[in-house]
Structures are given as C-alpha cells and as structure tokens.
C-alpha cells in the first residue's frame, strides 16, 4: 500500500526558512513524477513544485526561485527547501505522484508570521 508521510512543517516568521520532507513506503520516488502540494481551506490542492523520474523541476510561478524540490533515492524521500516565505505560503502542505494523486497522506502545516 503506498503511504506517504510529511513532516519539516512549523511557524516560521516572514523571510524565513524551512525544508519539507517527504518520505514513502509502497512506491518508489525515483519511479514517478512526483509533487509538492499546497492547501488553504475553501482553496483546490494547488501543486507548487514537481520533479520527473530523470531530475528535470518545475515550479509554479509564486514559488518560482524560492522553492526547490529535490529527491534522496537512497532513502526514498522527496524534499521541498522554502526560502523567502511570505505569509501567502502558509498552507498545508502534501507530497504526491503528479498524475495519480491518490492515497494522500495527512500533510505538513506551514504557517508564516509576517
């Protein structure tokens, strides 16, 4: 059963700094096009940053040269660095396979103080 598990989430003032981490069981990362998704209630799941099976990113334009989305295949884990965070980035945040969406996990909640 695949099963992913964030974490890396807090309060962090505005300007400031944190990585997300996403780690998997029942699939492997490497395998699939992955993402980074974000939450605000009464909002659809927006998808922020992904990375192919060969490496290529891409982000959406509010995260663009602030986020960066990486991948440990080593230890099957998908990670999201946020740097330059505004209070406009607060939102749960979720790993998931780009094209399947599904079996999503409980998210990581990011909140910034401005």
């Known amino acids: 059963q695949v099963q992913f598990v964030e974490s890396g989430g807090g309060l962090v003032q505005s300007g400031g700094s944190l990585r997300l981490s996403c780690a998997a069981s029942g699939i492997i990362l490497s395998s699939y096009y992955m993402g980074w998704f974000r939450q605000v209630p009464g909002r659809y799941r927006e998808l922020v940053a992904s990375?192919?099976?060969?490496?290529?990113?891409n982000y959406g334009d509010s995260v663009r040269g602030r986020f960066t989305i990486s991948r440990d295949n080593a230890k099957n884990t998908v990670y999201l660095q946020m740097n330059s965070l505004k209070p406009e980035d607060a939102a749960v945040y979720y790993c998931n396979s780009v094209l399947r969406r599904d079996n999503w996990g409980q998210g990581t909640q990011v909140t910034v103080s401005s």
């Open positions: 990375i192919t099976s060969g490496g290529t990113t």
